[in-house]
């Protein structure tokens, strides 16, 4: 079933990019053309300030654009410094990050936060990236799994679809370490992700993609891309320049082959 699924590699730019950051915009979308643009998809989620520019330079390419976060109120009100699902949708983004690890311990969001986020983001029509993860300690205390369970049940609207939702796999230890789980690690966290998917979504849960984030780079990109039940992947540092993003998204060139 999983060869079914349309991969994506995504990039979270986070708190970087001013317009000098454009240029890799542009590159990017001029590398995902071709035959690879056919069979996945490229997403680049850019600060709030460069997501208008950024979906007008890439009106005729195959590079989505998305945001990084999103309020849970759907559209307008009195919260300063935020931004609703119906901003981001009204600059042509089509996606949008919720629940990333660092708004969950910077701002402390809780999963039931990150699922009116998510729900905030269908009602504008837009997709939801759901990011889960384990501490380090949580990790140590080998954990993960139930931590996962309990952040993919609170997290996930009821009404999540394969459409409306990707979920990215980011153990909070890998994020900006340099540090990866092994592939096994992966696909054991993966495989339990999508029976928990099953379990509750019935045969729509062998559709979400499921992406992998956390230290993703050029040199590790065919390995973990290749683990069973990781749909692609979600990009922090690496993705910042476009000759690593484009790099790590010409690993499906062998993938897709193979
Ligand atoms: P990283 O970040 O690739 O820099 O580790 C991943 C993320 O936070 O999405």
């Known amino acids: 079933m999983t060869a079914a699924i349309r991969p994506m590699v995504a990039g979270n730019w986070k708190m970087n990019g001013t317009r000098a950051s454009l240029d890799q915009i542009r590159a990017i979308s001029e590398g995902v053309s071709g035959a690879l643009s056919e069979k996945l998809d490229a997403l680049i989620c850019p600060p709030a300030t460069l ?34 699902a119906e901003m981001i949708a009204d600059c042509f983004a089509s996606h949008v990050i919720v629940g990333h690890s660092e708004r969950r311990a910077e701002h402390h969001e809780s999963n039931h936060t990150v699922s009116k986020k998510a729900r905030a983001a269908y009602d504008q029509g837009l997709t939801a990236i759901i990011c889960i993860g384990e501490t380090r300690e949580e990790h140590a205390a080998g954990r993960t799994m139930d931590v ?69 780079k050029p040199a590790n990109a065919r390995e973990l891309l290749s683990v069973a039940n990781v749909n692609g992947a979600l990009i922090g540092g690496a993705s910042l320049k476009a000759d690593d ?13 193979s």
């Open 51 to 84: 997501i208008y520019v950024a979906t007008t330079l890439t009106v005729d390419t195959k590079l989505l654009i998305g945001a990084q976060d999103c309020h849970e109120k759907a559209r307008s009100g009195a919260h300063t410094g935020d931004i609703s």
């Open 148 to 216: 996962m369970k309990t952040q993919l049940v609170e997290s996930l609207p009821d009404d999540a679809t394969p459409e409306n939702t990707v979920i990215a796999y980011e153990p909070i230890w890998a994020i900006g370490t340099g540090q990866t789980p092994g592939p096994e690690q992966v696909e054991d966290v993966h495989a339990a992700i999508r029976a928990d998917l099953v379990e509750r979504f019935g045969a729509a849960g062998e559709g979400f993609r499921l992406l992998y984030g956390g230290s993703v």
């Open 245 to 257: 993003f484009l790099a790590i998204y010409r690993a499906y060139e062998d993938i897709l082959t």
